[in-house]
C-alpha cells in the first residue's frame, strides 16, 4: 500500500513539473504577430485605431511675400482701372463745365451744358439752381466771366457702379469788382446709367459724401 502511495506523489510532481515547463515556455514564446506588425521577421507595427501618429518634423511653407511692384489693387477693387479713368474724366469734365458761365450767356445754355453730364434728378435741380433769376441778375449787373478748371484729388468711396472723387475745381473770375480767382473742393458722386458715367450728386467736400445713390442729388447754388 506504501508503494502504491509512493507512486502516485512521483506521478503527482511529474505533472507539476510538465504543467511548468509548459508555462516557462508559454512565458518566452513571442507575441503572434499579424501583417505590419513590428516581430522578430521584421515586420513593422501596426497603429492601433485612436492612438495619434506622431507629429510631422516638416514645418509648413511661408506665404510668398507680396510684392508692392506685382501688387494689381485693381484685383481687389469693384471697378476695373478702365472704369474709374471713365468716371474721373467726367467728373473732371463736369467741374469745368460748372465752373464756366459768363453773364451776356443764356442760362438755359448754360443749364444744359450741365445736364450732358448729369443724371435727369440732378440736371433739373442745377437747371433751376443756375437759372433763378437773382442768380441771372446778379452775374449780368457785375458782369462775371468765370473760366473755370479742375483736377481730381482724390476717389473718397468706391463701390460697385458707384463712386465719389474730391476733385479741386479754380475758377478765374473778372468782373465790375476785378478779378479774382476761387478754389473749391466738391465731393462729385458719380453712377452708372447703362454703359456710361452720370454725375449724381455734388457738394462742397468738407459736407461729405458716402457714394448713396439711393435718392435724387440736391445739386449746389452758385
Same mark, same amino acid.
Given at each position: ?25 508559454? !512565458?518566452?514564446? %513571442? ?21 495619434? *501618429?506622431?507629429?510631422?518634423?516638416? *514645418?509648413?511653407? %511661408? ?6 511692384? !506685382? ?6 477693387? %469693384? ?28 442760362? *438755359? ?69 476785378? %478779378? ?6 466738391? *465731393? ?35
Amino acid at each position: 500500500m506504501a508503494q502504491v502511495n509512493d507512486r502516485r506523489g512521483l506521478a503527482f510532481a511529474g505533472v507539476v513539473v510538465a504543467l511548468a515547463a509548459v508555462g516557462v515556455y508559454l !512565458s518566452m514564446r %513571442p507575441a503572434a504577430s499579424g501583417p505590419g506588425d513590428e516581430g522578430p521577421a521584421g515586420r513593422t507595427a501596426v497603429i492601433s485605431e485612436g492612438t495619434p *501618429a506622431p507629429p510631422s518634423s516638416t *514645418a509648413p511653407s %511661408p506665404a510668398p511675400a507680396v510684392s508692392p511692384g !506685382s501688387f494689381d489693387i485693381y484685383r481687389y477693387l %469693384p471697378l476695373s482701372r478702365q472704369q474709374i479713368a471713365q468716371a474721373a474724366d467726367v467728373a473732371q469734365r463736369f467741374a469745368v463745365s460748372y465752373a464756366t458761365f459768363r453773364h451776356d450767356e443764356d442760362p *438755359a445754355t448754360y443749364a444744359d451744358r450741365l445736364k450732358a453730364f448729369t443724371t435727369l434728378e440732378l440736371g433739373s435741380v442745377l437747371a433751376r439752381d443756375v437759372t433763378t433769376p437773382a442768380t441771372v441778375e446778379q452775374n449780368r449787373a457785375q458782369k462775371i466771366v468765370s473760366q473755370g478748371s479742375a483736377q481730381v484729388k482724390r476717389i473718397r468711396n468706391i463701390d460697385e457702379g458707384s463712386i465719389v472723387f474730391v476733385v479741386t475745381s479754380l475758377q478765374r473770375i473778372t468782373a465790375e469788382a476785378g %478779378p479774382r480767382q476761387l478754389s473749391t473742393d466738391y *465731393a462729385i458722386t458719380l453712377t452708372q446709367v447703362g454703359t456710361e458715367w452720370r454725375v449724381f450728386d455734388m457738394q462742397p467736400a468738407e459736407a461729405g459724401q458716402d457714394g448713396d445713390t439711393g435718392g435724387a442729388g440736391d445739386g449746389i447754388v452758385q
